[in-house]
Nanobody, 116 residues
Framework: QVQLVESGGGLVQPGGSLRLSCAASGSIFSINAMGWYRQAPGKQRELVAL???????NAADSVKGRFTISRDNAKNTVYLQMSSLKPEDTAVYYC??????????WGQGTLVTVSS
């Protein structure tokens, strides 16, 4: 199994930056992809960005050019660097991992609020 622990949410002003971290533990070798989803109030959960085992990345059009996903293999950690934040980025951000034979696990969620 894989476990995920997130950190880094909080309150930031529009135009500001924030970095989220997601540390994985357990069967690290079986992870196929890790990344972030978000869910704003009254909306469905949506993909933000993913990083695949080989290192390729995938991001939502709404965050391209502003958010960057990266990973530190030595720390088993994936990061989401968020810049030029907008009020519409306000959401609960969930770390996500796909592992083994298409099993899925979610983090507990961390709230990001973009407001002046």
């Amino acid at each position: 199994q894989v476990q995920l622990v997130e950190s880094g949410g909080g309150l930031v002003q529009p135009g500001g930056s924030l970095r989220l971290s997601c540390a994985a533990s357990g069967s690290i070798f079986s992870i196929n992809a890790m990344g972030w989803y978000r869910q704003a109030p009254g909306k469905q959960r949506e993909l933000v960005a993913l990083i695949i085992r080989g290192g390729s990345t995938n991001a939502a059009d709404s965050v391209k050019g502003r958010f960057t996903i990266s990973r530190d293999n030595a720390k088993n950690t994936v990061y989401l660097q968020m810049s030029s934040l907008k009020p519409e980025d306000t959401a609960v951000y969930y770390c996500y991992a796909n592992y083994w034979q298409n099993l899925e696990v979610w983090g507990q969620g961390t709230l990001v609020t973009v407001s002046s």
